[in-house]
């Protein structure tokens, strides 16, 4: 079956939001490792300064979930999304749990439920951010504003 010219839009739009996202996660788990501090390769406008609001919000209880620092979870999700656009979207997978128990699971469930994950969970760090933190931090929203977008891609390319 050949895709149509507006799911190839979709998927080449989906691949590159993901790319961003990725890179976005990659700064913040540098950041949370404290590989960011005073780098002289990174641009200040993407909040490089020590003591900048990128730099401190990865040390706030908001930086992680379960313990595992989000942006590893970001990094994990993008690369699946990226994975999936490149793949093809749709085709069954089989997913073992246990030695028994095996069930098939959608790629299309798979990574819209991821999605929808990240949305909400974005919803509720973007409000951390401006009524707990009380601080600002443009990359943050940029990765928020980012999965919002994949969330509305795929649901358009898979629906």
């Known amino acids: 079956m050949i895709p149509s010219s507006r799911d190839v839009v979709l998927r080449i739009l989906v691949f590159i939001l993901s790319l961003g996202g990725l890179a976005d996660a990659l700064y913040f788990t540098f950041a949370y490792y404290g590989?960011?501090?005073?780098?002289?390769?990174?641009?200040?406008?993407?909040?490089?300064?020590?003591?900048?609001?990128?730099?401190?919000?990865?040390?706030?209880?908001?930086?992680?979930?379960?313990?595992?620092p989000n942006s590893l979870l970001g990094i994990v999700y993008y690369l699946l999304v990226i994975v999936v656009d490149l793949r093809g979207v749709g085709k069954p997978i089989d997913l073992a749990f246990a030695e028994t128990h095996?069930?098939?699971?959608?790629?299309r469930g798979l990574i819209l439920t991821a999605s929808a994950i990240t949305v909400a969970l974005g919803f509720y760090l973007v409000y951390a951010l401006r009524r707990k933190l009380h601080t600002d931090c443009p990359l943050c929203y940029t990765a928020?504003?980012?999965?919002?977008?994949?969330?509305?891609?795929?649901?358009l390319l898979l629906w």
């Open 35 to 68: 590989r960011i501090k005073k780098a002289r390769w990174v641009p200040e406008i993407l909040c490089a300064r020590e003591g900048s609001s990128c730099v401190t919000v990865v040390q706030t209880p908001y930086a992680r979930v379960f313990g595992v």
């Open 102 to 107: 095996v069930f098939t699971a959608s790629l």
């Open 144 to 155: 928020h504003a980012i999965n919002l977008a994949l969330f509305i891609l795929l649901i």
